[in-house]
């Protein structure tokens, strides 16, 4: 696990985006699908935000500026990864839960792995609803879309998890330092 530190700057911007990406929530066709109900409004933005920063943790952990890695567009849904680094896609998942420990793909986007991203990051953001301090994120571990769907398992009665959810125990993920090696190598982790 890797702890990363968003700066005030930083969390500022994934703040702004995460307001603009929800503002802009039912006006998108994919997002139309896949409804929200009766959540509030703070809540389905919170998300957002989760997301942001999560995402620029890794960019920072990876020495990639998020403001040009990331697609920062508010007005679309990103095309299925949130970064490419070196010719392969990352789609980051996460959770402010504390104690969360699985890396789970939304049963709302339960399509073909096939076209999803190369590599899939888990992080814990510990979430403060303040825009103008540094937040912490950690950074805990990654697997490759081969990996995740030979060893991932379906939620069926596990408990706060939707049922059909695929997901990893973070036992089963790698140690992020591996990552980068795997990004340099281009090398198929086993």
Same mark, same amino acid.
């Given at each position: 696990?890797?702890?990363?530190?968003?700066?005030?700057? +930083?969390?500022?911007?994934?703040?702004?985006?995460?307001?603009?990406?929800?503002?802009? $929530?039912?006006? !998108?066709?994919?997002?139309?699908?896949?409804?929200? @109900?009766?959540?509030?409004? #703070?809540?389905?933005?919170?998300?957002?935000?989760?997301? $942001?920063?999560?995402?620029?943790?890794?960019? +920072?952990?990876?020495? #990639?500026?998020?403001?040009?890695?990331?697609?920062?567009?508010?007005?679309?849904?990103?095309?299925?990864?949130?970064? =490419?680094?070196?010719?392969?896609?990352?789609?980051?998942?996460?959770?402010? %839960?504390?104690? /969360?420990?699985?890396?789970?793909?939304?049963?709302?986007?339960?399509?073909? +792995?096939?076209?999803? /991203?190369?590599?899939? #990051?888990?992080?814990?953001?510990?979430?403060?609803?303040?825009?103008?301090?540094?937040?912490?994120?950690?950074?805990?571990?990654?697997?490759? !879309?081969?990996?995740?769907?030979?060893?991932?398992?379906?939620? %069926? @009665?596990?408990?706060?998890?939707?049922? @059909?959810?695929? $997901?990893?125990? =973070?036992?089963?993920? $790698?140690?992020?330092?591996?990552?980068?090696?795997?990004?340099?190598?281009?090398?198929?982790?086993?």
């Amino acid at each position: 696990m890797k702890r990363i530190l968003v700066p005030a700057d +930083l969390v500022a911007v994934c703040f702004e985006k995460g307001k603009n990406a929800e503002l802009s $929530y039912g006006k !998108r066709s994919q997002d139309r699908l896949f409804s929200k @109900g009766n959540i509030p409004l #703070v809540l389905r933005i919170d998300e957002h935000v989760i997301g $942001y920063l999560a995402e620029a943790a890794l960019c +920072l952990f990876l020495s #990639v500026d998020p403001r040009k890695a990331l697609t920062w567009n508010t007005t679309r849904p990103d095309v299925g990864y949130d970064l =490419e680094v070196e010719g392969t896609t990352i789609d980051v998942k996460a959770s402010a %839960n504390p104690s /969360a420990q699985r890396l789970m793909l939304p049963v709302e986007k339960n399509t073909n +792995l096939d076209d999803m /991203a190369d590599v899939f #990051v888990f992080a814990r953001v510990r979430y403060e609803r303040i825009s103008t301090i540094p937040q912490l994120v950690q950074l805990v571990g990654w697997t490759t !879309r081969k990996e995740f769907a030979a060893k991932h398992s379906v939620a %069926n @009665g596990v408990g706060g998890i939707v049922d @059909g959810t695929r $997901y990893m125990h =973070e036992k089963q993920l $790698y140690m992020m330092a591996d990552l980068c090696n795997h990004l340099h190598n281009k090398e198929e982790t086993a």
